[in-house]
């Protein structure tokens, strides 16, 4: 055997170490559900999703290094070291000669000037104790993006169902927050939609939005082309869980009664249909495909019977009671004037009170823009938005391999991530550690489409 040929081999990760790998996961992916569905006022929780997910990170990192599996994920790797470094920058000091020349820099120093403390360092951020808080909740999403990059795809596959088996024991949770109207136990947040079924999360939108993103992934997982799958008496039993799980999704989208839900319930639905047609080739499997989409209408048939009025209700008040549509004007402004480097992440909170006219104030706190794309506009400025289009831009190169390789788990990872996207037009999904952590397990396993299995391509094969 060729010297050459015997190093490489050598590097081949050990099981056990894949398997310890696959373990970390699970327990970062456990710990999101069920303590990562909020974005504020829960620092403890929180803190335990992130500290969780520092082991995970130290693990998939030893294993992307070591084993070269780096090496075919260079994009994507750059656009998180990117992301990541954004924050730090913006927590950096710079010189009193400096910093006061950043546009949207005069508010700041006119204060400052009052309290004589002008002519001091001071970073880009205009609260870096605030960016310097936000910046740890980009570790779950970061340990999991690296972890999924090195996992197989049959360990991957077995992850997949941990997301489904949270999502549906939040709407058992639910059941017993639909008896408790007035708030209880069964809501895990002291901030909530009290009277909706919020599961894990203190956000009804953000409990539909888990649910949408899910579907692609059960069907996928039903449909999938697995070796085991090939069998098929599994491959139908497969086929009708997801069915299952996407009729309960339907009747819980309507319970829930988000408007953004139920906006987006048709089109996740028949995207999640047609992923399922497009990986299960065979004339029986497509012929469960037609009958699943029965299931479907089945569903959404029980939904207009037992829960249209107050569905349409949701809708009586029309866009122009919406304050978030009043408040994004104001957002922009803040935006443009904080350009290029925007106000620091994590800073929007502070920054909006500052620019609130007294007509807006009330008793509702808007704490986020309600936009995630105009939020990150507002604290990163045009180096986030670059970011965000450089990732764009990669995720269509990304389409191509998966059309060509057929991989049917990352086609349903792809339409996942749209369907949260789709989501953060009207709301702030990605603000939590359970969706955000979601969208990173999906970005890696798209990252590795068109790759046999992890050990393989760590080789350089």
Known sequence: MPRHAATRNSARPKAQEHWGLFAASFVVIAVAILLGGASRENAIRLALVELTSIPLAMLALRHLIFYGAWKSAIVPLAILASILLVPILQIVPLPPDWWPRLPGQTPR???LGFAGMARTWRPISLYPSATLAALPALFP????????????????????????GGAVAGLMLGIFQLAMPEGGPAYLYKTTNIGSVVGF???????AGFLLALMPLAVCLGGGRSERSEKGSLRVRGIWLAGLYLLLAIVALGVIRSRAGVILAAPASLGSLMLLWWVSPSRGARFLTIALGGVIILGVAAVALFALTPILGRFAGGLSQEFRFEAWPLVARAAIAALPFGSGLGTFDRVFRAVEPLALVARVYFNHAHNDFLELWLE?????????????????????????SRDGLAAGALLAMAILLACSVVDYPLRTETLATLFAFCAGIVARAGRESAP??????
């Open 109 to 111: 120093l006119t204060a």
């Open 141 to 164: 999403p970061t340990a999991l993006f690296l972890a999924a990059l090195t996992l197989s795809e049959d360990q991957a596959r077995r992850l997949a169902p941990l997301w489904i």
């Open 456 to 461: 393989e391509a760590a080789t350089g094969a």
């Open 201 to 207: 999360f203190a956000n009804h939108n953000h409990e």
């Open 380 to 404: 990163t400025g045009l180096v986030g938005a670059a970011l965000f289009i450089a990732f764009l831009v990669w995720l269509m190169a990304r389409m191509r391999v998966i059309k060509s």
